[in-house]
């Protein structure tokens, strides 16, 4: 068996978590003892504002977690979605780490979980592991960014275009969300009916269609025009960062790839 059946084999082996396929050989055995991979439903509540966050999750294959941001007129607002390329929870913190938002199971699948303490205990003995994961905090900063610009200057229809080609790259179903209007308006942080009326527009110019639970893709080109360009440029900034880690039609990234910088 040569170097590269040996690298893709290893590989094949872990979590289907961009993140962790990343890590070097040396690097994934120090986590590979302390993981657990159990499926989540959807809507499964991860964390609520003010836990102790003590376990990492690490979304594997289809799997999507979400980051809810409750307001005081009672409304939740999704900000950001996290799917195979990353985790959530203490990725990078240390000692006692409250939740700042609620952290829920956007669409149900594998979960890969270590806890925090077993973490950051590989973490002080790789600088190359806290090189990684603090790479990867740069990289989900720069999503939240992008999503506080987007949610300010675009339009809801743009936003709805982001959002369902942002599910699809990380579930890597190239023809259906499973949404429902209701999900999606708290995606846009607007009332159902409002978004009720954009899939009724996207399903008249032959975009998209809607079934029970799910809104199935039509036209992905289509989709891609009417879509603003936040999610690319997030994509670029983790192609920067992290070579290889967001989900492409490229491929998953290779085994102990570095980054461009």
């Known amino acids: 068996m ?5 690298n893709a084999t290893e590989i094949d082996s872990r979590p289907t978590n961009n993140l962790l396929r990343r890590l070097s050989q040396a690097d994934f055995a120090l986590l590979a003892p302390h993981i657990m991979v159990e499926n989540a439903t959807a809507n499964e509540l ?34 950001i979605l996290v799917g195979r390329e990353g985790a959530v929870g203490g990725i990078v913190s240390e000692g006692y780490l409250p939740a700042y938002t609620r952290i829920c199971v956007k669409f149900g699948g594998p979960f890969a979980r270590i806890h ?36 300010a200057i675009h339009s809801i229809e743009q936003r709805t275009a982001k959002w369902m080609l942002a599910a699809m790259e990380r579930t890597g179903d190239a023809s259906s969300v499973p949404l429902t209007h209701e999900q999606l308006a708290t995606l846009l942080g607007v009332g159902r009916s409002y978004a009720s009326r954009v899939l009724q527009s ?15 893709v039509r036209n992905r080109e289509g989709l ?8 690319e440029a997030v994509k670029m900034h ?4 992290l070579r290889g880690v967001y989900p492409t039609e490229e491929g998953e990234p ?5 980054s461009k910088r």
């Open 2 to 6: 040569d170097a590269r059946t040996s």
């Open 46 to 79: 991860l964390y609520n504002p003010g836990d102790d966050v003590q376990v990492v999750h690490f979304p594997c294959g289809p799997a999507l977690a979400t980051f809810v941001v409750p307001n005081e007129d009672g409304r939740d607002v999704e900000t």
């Open 116 to 151: 925090v303490s077993k973490l950051e205990a590989a973490k002080q003995r790789s600088p190359s592991l806290r090189h990684v994961f603090a790479r990867y905090a740069d990289c989900m900063l720069a999503q939240i960014f992008q999503s506080t610009a987007c949610n």
């Open 202 to 216: 996207f399903k008249a110019e032959g975009v998209l269609d809607t079934r029970r639970g799910s809104i199935l």
């Open 224 to 231: 891609r025009l009417r879509a603003c360009m936040c999610n």
């Open 238 to 241: 983790f192609e920067e960062v």
């Open 254 to 258: 290779q085994l102990g790839m570095t």
